[in-house]
């Protein structure tokens, strides 16, 4: 435990730059936090996560679902990566990823090549990528909140976790 | 995939009810939603996730987390448990917990038994479940969103989900 419980904050360091980029680099899925149009509730859901060429954390996912329509409404949101093995679920590396989370749209530079790598990393999802209601989104990172194990706490800037 | 895909939920049915109650029963960590305070940002963290004697969810937190403190501006909650196992990741099933997460008083009649239950499911966290600024909280579940794998969508209420 850090001495100072009181401002469990760390410093950044390398370390907990390159814990968040390997952590975004690996994930293939995570939970999604939204605000519920008209209630305003956050609500949380499972979605398949990726990266770009840019090293942008990306998603493909249905306009049918519950945080599509939330999106639609407001783009606020966060993703959590970073999934535990064995042991105390709580001892391993996640990082809160915070921004908001908007459609790439079909022609953007952004989009260039964005299915194929999202098929690389997806295999499965060559099953209903062309539907007609799914589309791809891309987090504009604000800032990440890594939680490295107990008391390791950090707060990152987009630039602490652009590829160095 | 359902016939009718523009309105994917479906009836809910004995299945679905034992599916979510299985989740809850089994689920030791998951993902929280909560609302920041100031900026109003949905947020997403891990949690430890248990049951009491009810059957209630539970968790046991630190005042110092960001989660906590959220919670203390505004109870509004949601807990994603359901872990995915080999394959695609979105093919498994999940639930998103919905309601109000607030702290049980110590002394209180939900209090009772608490730890017990609580280290019997989490053997790890009798390391730091007597820290001061550790505390339980129980989901005053308003609402459950199931999705049991793709086109399998249903809306449980708290009656849904109480033990048969």
Chains 1, 2 share one sequence.
Do not use: C
Request: a neutral charge.
């Amino acid at each position: 435990m850090a001495a100072d419980r009181t401002n469990p904050i760390r410093e950044t360091d390398d370390e907990a730059r390159r814990l968040v980029r390997g952590l975004i680099a690996t994930a293939r899925f995570g939970a999604l936090a939204v605000i519920e149009p008209g209630t305003g509730m956050p609500l949380v859901s499972r979605i398949a996560v990726g990266t770009d060429a840019a090293g942008g954390i990306v998603s493909l996912m249905s306009d049918l679902s519950f945080h599509a329509r939330a999106l639609a409404a407001d783009p606020r949101a966060s993703i959590l990566v970073g999934e535990p093995g064995r042991g105390d679920p709580l001892a391993h590396p996640r990082v809160t990823l915070i921004g908001r989370l908007e459609p790439v749209e079909p022609g953007a530079a952004q989009a260039e090549g964005l299915r194929e790598a999202w098929l690389d990393q997806h295999p499965k999802a060559r099953l209903y990528v062309g539907f007609a209601d799914f589309r791809f989104y891309r987090l504009a990172l604000e800032r990440a909140h890594l939680n490295g194990g107990f008391g390791k706490a950090y707060v990152l800037t987009p630039q602490d976790i652009a590829a160095a």
